[in-house]
């Protein structure tokens, strides 16, 4: 089982500061099957980025998605206040079918 | 606009059974991998379970093996999960997702609102 662990667990920033979370894979990840997603307090999860760097429809240009192998980074630029929130890697594999790390908490 | 809302949460005791379904809009399911994940309270994503566009191919996370199903009803536009002998830590928001899928990658979008599930005496 490929387990994924983020890093940091909660990230204390302020706005307009710069995140960078992190996203490791216990095996070698492909990186088109690398997405990102942030969910804010009582509301669904919602897609960020695909395929390790590509990102979805309608998401600003200060997310962005880097890595390959086993080390995936999620960078926001100049945060915003509705940047606050949690955030997922997830990859799938054969094997494992579809998992999700534990998230990382951005906070003000 | 795409739409995924889900039905059929509520309170039920330790190994009784319930019946989600997420009505569909803005696209039709037959033509999308659906998937169920959930999240239980305070804690993070887990994918459930998934149905391929033909209805052929279904797959679930081992913790639900032999308890939950999942099926659709294309004339409904409608994609149900059927959970039986539910346990305490089946307690859950439990999220519809179409999930596209590529020649090279996929995604998953939309999810819909989610429906809370709680297992309990």
């Known amino acids: 089982e490929n387990v994924l662990t983020q890093s940091p667990g909660t990230l204390s920033l302020s706005p307009g500061e710069r995140a960078t979370l992190s996203c490791r894979a216990s095996q070698s990840v492909n990186s088109n099957f690398l997405a990102w997603y942030q969910q804010k307090p009582g509301q669904a999860p919602r897609l960020l980025i695909y395929?390790?760097?590509s990102r979805a429809t309608g998401i600003p240009d200060r997310f962005r998605g880097s890595g390959s192998g086993t080390d995936f980074t999620l960078t926001i630029s100049r945060l915003e206040p509705e940047d606050f929130a949690v955030y997922y890697c997830?990859?799938?594999?054969?094997?494992?079918?579809?998992?999700f790390g534990p998230g990382t908490k951005v906070e003000i | 606009e795409m739409q995924l809302v889900e039905s059929g949460g509520g309170l039920v005791q330790p190994g009784g059974s319930l019946r989600l379904s997420c009505e569909v809009s803005?696209?039709?399911?037959?033509?999308?991998?659906m998937h169920w994940v959930r999240q239980a309270p305070g804690k993070g994503l887990v994918w459930v379970s998934r149905?391929?566009?033909?209805?052929?191919?279904?797959n679930y996370v081992d913790s639900v093996k032999g308890r939950f199903t999942i099926s659709r009803d294309d004339a409904k536009n409608t994609l149900y999960l059927q959970m039986n002998s539910l346990r305490p830590e089946d307690t859950a928001v439990y999220y519809c997702v179409r999930v596209v899928v590529t020649d090279v990658t996929y995604w998953f979008h939309p999810w819909g609102q989610g429906t809370l599930v709680t297992v309990s005496s």
């Open positions: 149905i391929s566009e033909d209805g052929r191919v279904t």
């Open positions: 997830q990859h799938y594999s054969d094997s494992s079918l579809f998992t």
């Open positions: 395929a390790t760097s």
């Open positions: 803005g696209f039709t399911i037959s033509s999308s991998w």
